[in-house]
């Protein structure tokens, strides 16, 4: 038999099983389905108590939340103002489950970006139940560091004083110096090598309220995850902030303001949504470094981890092979799209009659992507977001039943049979959906399907049963003739 990458005989498909009456549903319980990408749910009982980290920049918070929650999550660089959101992280010490936030390093007399940060921290000190204040113990207190402590004061929540980069025992004398900043006792740790950090994080448990009880199993119903993508600059972070009703994040004119991917629930079109803002894709990741670099690796496990992306693009400026590309990425990683082309605000009918040839030569391969053109400053027609979003997460979810699937085979191929190639022309034998998110077809065939003919096949599907909105997959099974072993001798 004919080797090719794309055909495949292992697995459920038998020959004799066929002609003797195989049934194709019978094959799917059989083979099982894998999870369904992207699972929603929550296993806890309720929302968690939080722990805010906050201090100046470059005291070392973002390395002693990667710690705390044991994975190196934060983007962490050795330069300060790396992080600028207030970024939540679920923890568990001792048994009890809490919310760590981290958050951009907060300096008085600050303008700009940097006050934009500082905002956002001020936010996260009062809508924790407790903070964890970090100071670089060798420098010791300063006057940036004496202005949170009248924050601190200020909000009246419990603090526990972290006395960071204390790695050894000759160290510790600097930490009790802190002591004058009138918190209490600083505790000496080191986020880099992970000394004192339990004692630390026993005193944070002393002052955080109790967690509830944690209830196992997937809930269904949990708030579906839609995360925000597109390049630098796109309006990604607006967007956010404009269906949260709130500055959530921060947003500057400098592109790439955004570095970790920030959660937030929303509640829009009578649903709950998390949605997740994305440091922008850069055209060359791997040409990037420190901080841009990490960055970009998160945006990827965000992507990963969400149901929908809605891709961003700046309907002012000509499409570029940046954009196309981050749509190349969500369809390679089977998410439901939207592309949502945002500042129509800025839009006059010379650029918008450009936008559409533009869209017709290069976007020609994800013409079955939902489109909704919005202003994230001006919030226009936002509110046809949520429907777009519904559609294709419905197509994303919908399944053929197997007896329609073949009906629509057999004309398909009756009216338009595969070509023959080398006196042979492969025949679809039957073919049934394996899964969904996104929706999985295999082809049981009797030779090699061209890679033009499943396109074809994929265009028909959509005209027949739709599927707005998301990528399909297409595979096939090739069926071995009688007398050759699995090599094809």
């Known amino acids: 038999m004919e080797q090719h990458a794309d055909a495949t005989t292992e697995g459920a498909f038998d020959p004799e099983a066929w002609e003797a009456g195989y049934d194709p549903e019978e ?18 009982g309720g929302p968690l108590p939080v722990l805010a980290v906050v201090g100046r920049p470059n005291v070392g918070k973002s390395t002693l939340v990667n710690r705390i929650i044991g994975r190196r999550e934060a983007v962490v660089e050795d330069t300060p103002g790396v992080t600028r959101d207030r970024v939540y992280y679920e923890a568990t010490w001792n048994g009890r489950r809490f919310t760590v936030v981290d958050t951009g390093g907060w300096e008085r007399d600050v303008v700009g970006i940097d006050l934009s940060v500082a905002v956002q921290a ?59 900043l009138g918190l209490g006792q600083p505790w000496p740790v080191s ?139 969500a369809v390679e990683a089977g998410r439901a799209i ?12 010379e650029r918008r009659y ?49 007896g329609q699937l073949n009906a629509f085979l057999g004309t398909l191929v009756a009216s338009h049979p595969h070509p023959i190639r080398g006196g042979k022309q492969p025949r679809i034998l039957f073919g049934t959906q394996a899964g969904t998110k996104p929706p999985r077809f295999v082809l049981f065939t009797s030779g090699f399907l061209e890679a033009g003919y499943r396109r074809f096949i994929e265009r028909r599907l959509r005209e027949e049963f739709g599927f707005p909105g998301t990528p399909i997959e297409i595979r096939m099974k090739v069926r071995e003739k009688r007398g050759r072993n699995k090599t094809g001798r």
């Open 27 to 44: 094959w799917v319980d059989l083979e099982g389905d894998a999870p369904d990408r992207g699972e929603h749910g929550d296993e806890s």
């Open 122 to 180: 001020e936010y996260a000190i009062d809508s924790a139940d407790a903070v964890m204040f970090v100071v670089d113990a060798i420098v010791g207190p300063t006057d940036s560091d004496e202005a949170v402590v009248k924050v601190l004061r200020k909000s009246g929540k419990p603090v526990v004083l972290a006395a960071n980069k204390v790695d050894n025992m000759a160290q510790e004398a600097d930490a009790a110096a802190l002591w004058s």
């Open 191 to 329: 986020a880099v090598h992970g000394r004192g950090s339990g004692d630390l994080l026993d005193a944070a448990l002393a002052v955080l309220p109790e967690a509830p009880a944690q209830r196992f199993g997937v809930m269904e119903g949990g708030p579906r995850r839609v995360a925000l993508l597109g390049r630098p600059n796109v309006g990604k972070s607006s967007m956010l902030n404009k269906v949260a009703g709130e500055n959530r994040v921060v947003v500057d004119k400098i592109a790439g303001t955004t570095r970790d991917p920030v959660d937030e629930l929303i509640q829009l079109g009578g649903k709950t949504w998390k949605f997740i803002d994305t440091a922008g894709i850069r055209r060359r990741v791997h040409l990037t470094q420190g901080a841009d670099f990490y960055a970009s690796l998160r945006t990827t496990a965000a992507l990963e981890k969400a149901e929908v992306g809605v891709i961003l693009i700046d309907a002012s400026e000509r499409l570029t092979e940046q954009d196309t590309r981050i749509i190349s990425l």
């Open 338 to 349: 939207v592309i949502a082309y945002n500042k129509w605000d800025l839009m006059d009918e």
């Open 354 to 402: 450009y936008l559409e040839r533009e869209i017709e030569q290069d976007l020609v391969q994800v013409t079955w992507a939902p489109r909704v053109n919005v202003s994230a400053l001006t919030g226009r027609h936002m509110e046809k977001l949520v429907p777009a979003i519904e559609t294709a997460l419905a197509s994303w979810e919908k399944r053929i039943p197997t």
